[in-house]
C-alpha cells in the first residue's frame, strides 16, 4: 500500500512529499484551493499544517488527499 512518508508546505501551495515507493515530488494543490472544503487552505498559515496520516495526508479541519491521488499528479524530483 502506498503512503506518504513525509510532506512540506511550500509558500506558492504545492508540497514537497516523498512516497513509500521512494518517489518524491512536487504535488500542486492549487486546482483544488478553489473547491469546497478545501477553500480554507487559501490561508497560508492554515496551509503549513499538513501532515502525514494514514496512506495520504491531511490538515487539521479534515481536509485531505490520498497518496495515490497525489502519486498520480506528482511532479518527480530528483534531490541530491
Not at 43 to 64: A, L, M, R, S, T
Amino acid at each position: 500500500m502506498l503512503k506518504v512518508k513525509k510532506v512540506n508546505a511550500n509558500d506558492d501551495y504545492t508540497l514537497y512529499v516523498e512516497l513509500s515507493d521512494g518517489r518524491k515530488g512536487i504535488f500542486d494543490v492549487k486546482p483544488y484551493i478553489e473547491k469546497g472544503v478545501f477553500k480554507q487552505l487559501q490561508d497560508k498559515d492554515y496551509f503549513k499544517q499538513v501532515k502525514p496520516f494514514f496512506c495520504g495526508i491531511n490538515w487539521p479541519n479534515e481536509q485531505d488527499l490520498s497518496a495515490d491521488t497525489i502519486a498520480c499528479e506528482l511532479k518527480q524530483v530528483e534531490i541530491a
